[in-house]
């Protein structure tokens, strides 16, 4: 027999309240500011590393190596 609407959404609700139990103290602004932080300099430097697997020009390898560096002194500043 097919189970209401309610009563599953009273399971939902019972199952996403224990999750959160588990889930610990919700992080700070603070914390989650880092963490996008570090995380958009992650993404910029698989990026700029992929770019200059396949670059060309002397002038743009130089540019990315660059950026390269500066977004990794970037990350270590994080950490």
Do not use: N, W
Not at 14 to 26: I, L, T
């Amino acid at each position: 027999m097919a189970r209401g609407f309610e009563s599953k959404d009273v399971e939902y609700q019972q199952a996403e309240a224990e999750r959160m139990r588990h889930a610990g103290p919700a992080p700070s602004t603070a914390e989650r500011e880092s963490r996008a932080k570090r995380r958009t300099i992650e993404l910029a430097l698989t990026r700029a590393r992929g770019d200059l697997a396949v670059a060309r020009s002397d002038a743009y390898r130089r540019m990315l190596a660059d950026a390269i560096a500066a977004l990794e002194r970037q990350l270590e500043q994080i950490t």
